[in-house]
């Protein structure tokens, strides 16, 4: 005869188990569609500007003017690829998991014992919060530092939460 109420091996205990979850992703304001009006307004503009220099002979001016929409276009590329960046977080009764995704895919973990980890944010009068951290267990990893004022303010407020109720529970 087995007993229903023990644990599987391998099965998670339900402490174990994530009661908040988070995903931290920068915020850009211009999608696909948007890049893709801009790029093609530029691309017109610099034709026809181009047109009216090759008209008049001045045929440097034609490719001098499309380096700057070749410029814009991979300024526009980079900061596509920096949104790529992610910050997983997670906290459970027993754990406390930040994993950190950099724009090239390098990922890096980090694993806090909730009992122990501080949350500390800083602060400014004018601005709201600065920076935000957990720290514990002699290791001190940034978090959300490429969100807005608006979603720290609301990310620090329910992590704050969360944290607590990992150390309450």
């Known amino acids: 005869m087995t007993d229903t109420n023990a644990a599987l091996p391998g099965a998670p205990f ?15 304001s211009l999608g696909h569609t948007g890049f893709m009006l801009i790029m093609g307004a530029l691309l017109f503009s610099w034709a026809v500007t181009g047109a009216i220099f090759l008209s008049y002979g001045a045929w440097p001016v034609f490719g001098f003017f499309g380096l700057d929409v070749i410029g814009l276009y991979i300024a526009f590329r980079l900061n596509y690829r920096a949104a790529r960046a992610r910050e997983e977080v997670s906290v459970s009764r027993t754990a406390l998991d930040i994993r950190k995704v950099a724009p090239s895919g390098k990922a890096e973990a980090h694993h806090f014992n909730p009992f122990w980890a501080r ?39 329910a992590f704050s939460r969360a944290l607590s109720k ?4």
């Open 14 to 28: 339900p402490a174990d188990e994530p009661f908040f979850e988070a995903l931290l992703t920068p915020h850009r």
């Open 166 to 169: 990992a150390k309450n529970r």
């Open 119 to 157: 949350f500390s944010v800083a602060r400014h009068s004018e601005i709201g919060i600065t920076g935000m951290e957990v720290e514990g267990q002699g290791d001190r990893v940034a978090i959300g530092s490429f969100l807005n004022p608006d979603d720290r303010e609301s990310f620090a407020a």
